[in-house]
């Protein structure tokens, strides 16, 4: 059964760091396209950044130079390693993995290329 579980969030002060974690289990985290998404209270579900079964990463534009996801293989959990942290990165992060067949994310921010999704984890940046 594929499942995601997130974990790591938190609160920290703007400028500050955080990494979430997302335990793989039933498949294998590199062989699919692999993302992390984050809604704010009021707003839609947003992309944030993906990375593919090839390695290939995709960020949101307001995260680049930020934030970086990159994968175990080992412990085949996904992170998303998350610097420079500000107000607006407020928000439930959840992480999001697509069918097996999709290996090269088509459209890697887009919610729909995913199936299977976690619960999330809070994330609070103060100012």
């Known amino acids: 059964q594929v499942q995601v579980a997130e974990s790591g969030g938190g609160s920290v002060q703007a400028g500050g760091s955080l990494r979430l974690a997302c335990a793989a289990s039933?498949?294998?985290?590199?062989?699919?396209?692999m993302g992390w998404f984050r809604q704010a209270p009021g707003k839609e579900r947003e992309g944030v950044a993906a990375?593919?079964?090839?390695?290939?990463?995709t960020y949101q534009e307001s995260v680049k130079g930020r934030f970086t996801i990159s994968g175990d293989n080992a412990t085949n959990t996904l992170y998303l390693q998350m610097d420079s942290l500000k107000p607006e990165d407020t928000a439930m992060y959840y992480c999001a993995a697509a069918n097996y067949f999709e290996v090269y994310c088509s459209r890697p921010l887009y919610h729909h290329t995913y199936a299977y999704w976690g619960r999330g984890t809070q994330v609070t940046v103060s100012s």
């Open positions: 039933g498949f294998t985290y590199n062989s699919r396209c």
């Open positions: 990375i593919s079964g090839g390695g290939s990463t």
